[in-house]
């Protein structure tokens, strides 16, 4: 099993521009999410999605958008990128459902620096 | 809102115990985890409380006061493999977990 799977790893942006980061799993989970790490801040939750074709913002969504057209994929787009996005992005997923664990197993990490 | 305190950091001798502590502020609580994380890898998932008490895997224990709002995160028998950030969260709802700062922990020779 690859679990979930970010792509790029590294990516260098300007201003302005817009770029999207790509999130898969394949454990068939419900529960897919997106979380930005700075530093002295922790994880601080941008979307998430509870199921194919539904979404909903976190705690930071400005400046993202996200969509849902699988249960595998959940893509994160930065719409006109700023330096104050600068952040290392993790995608995460999870069965959902109010009973149980449902541990959130993360992907590697987007690096993204905006100059 | 959400309020997750922990401290910043902690340094512990190798073989040590260490603890931990986090408090918590949260408009719901349907459980609280603990994460590991390395410098520049992804968090990987240590444990789960939602009721009461001590929850033990080995070298960690994690312990949790729903009344308090409070939990820790105890590591035994330290190694120098056990220096990373440490993220508590919980779980307000269903689905979203929101995480803590992290608490650095340097375990040293």
């Known amino acids: 099993n690859a679990g979930v799977t970010q792509t790029p790893k590294f990516q260098v942006l300007k201003t302005g521009q817009s770029m999207t980061l790509q999130c898969a799993q394949d454990?068939?989970?419900?529960?897919m999410s997106w979380y930005r790490q700075d530093p002295g801040m922790g994880l601080r939750l941008i979307h998430y999605?509870?199921?194919?074709?539904?979404?909903d913002q976190g705690e930071v969504p400005n400046g993202y958008n996200v969509s849902r057209s699988t249960t595998e994929d959940f893509p994160l787009r930065l719409l006109s990128a700023a330096p104050s996005q600068t952040s290392v992005y993790f995608c995460?997923?999870?069965?959902?459902?109010?009973?149980?664990?449902?541990?959130?197993?993360f992907g590697a990490g987007s690096r993204l620096t905006v100059l | 809102g959400q309020n997750i305190d922990q401290p910043t950091e902690m340094t512990a001798t190798e073989g040590a115990i260490v603890q931990i502590n986090c408090t918590y502020q949260t408009s719901g609580f349907n459980g609280l985890f603990w994460y590991q994380q390395h410098a520049g890898e992804a968090p990987t998932f240590l444990s789960y409380?939602?009721?009461?008490g001590l929850e033990e895997k080995g070298r960690f224990s994690s312990f949790l006061s729903r009344s308090k709002g409070y939990s820790y995160l105890l590591l035994k028998e330290l190694q120098m493999k056990d220096s990373a950030s440490y993220l508590c969260a919980v779980r307000d709802g269903d689905y979203k977990l929101s995480f803590g700062a992290g608490t650095t922990v340097t375990v040293r020779a």
């Open positions: 999605s509870v199921g194919a074709g539904i979404t």
């Open positions: 995460a997923s999870s069965y959902s459902g109010v009973s149980g664990a449902n541990v959130l197993t």
């Open positions: 409380n939602v009721l009461d």
């Open positions: 454990m068939n989970h419900e529960y």
